[in-house]
């Protein structure tokens, strides 16, 4: 229901830093609650990041102090800052778009961040 395309993945050393990017085709990308998952290669697709309509944010454990989602609701943007990357964080990294009321849940088709020296 809301087109969702990544930007920003690629080849990163250990420690190194990639900021991804989600942009919503949407005129109400305000109402959104919007995340990003990520799914390494034999292993279920898990959740990285979310951040509410209203700005409240939730991590997962593995990158929390490390990654950080924020969203430009004038530019229908989410973004993704990841620092001190490491080889475990090579994935596909995807954007989530959902909203309960209007039944939406909406998935980009990813974008392929690989951690390597």
């Known amino acids: 229901q809301v087109q969702l395309v990544e930007s920003g993945g690629g080849l990163v050393q250990p420690g190194g830093s990639l900021r991804l990017s989600c942009a919503a085709s949407t005129m109400i990308f305000s109402i959104y609650t919007m995340g990003w998952y990520r799914q390494a290669p034999g292993k279920e697709r898990e959740l990285v990041a979310t951040?509410?309509?209203?700005?409240?944010?939730d991590y997962a454990d593995s990158v929390k102090g490390r990654f950080t989602i924020s969203r430009d609701n004038t530019k229908n943007t989410l973004y993704l800052q990841m620092n001190s990357l490491k080889p475990e964080d090579t994935a596909v990294y995807y954007c989530n778009a959902r909203n309960r009321g209007l039944s939406t849940n909406s998935w980009g088709q990813g974008t392929q961040v690989t951690v390597s020296s």
């Open positions: 951040i509410s309509s209203g700005g409240s944010t």
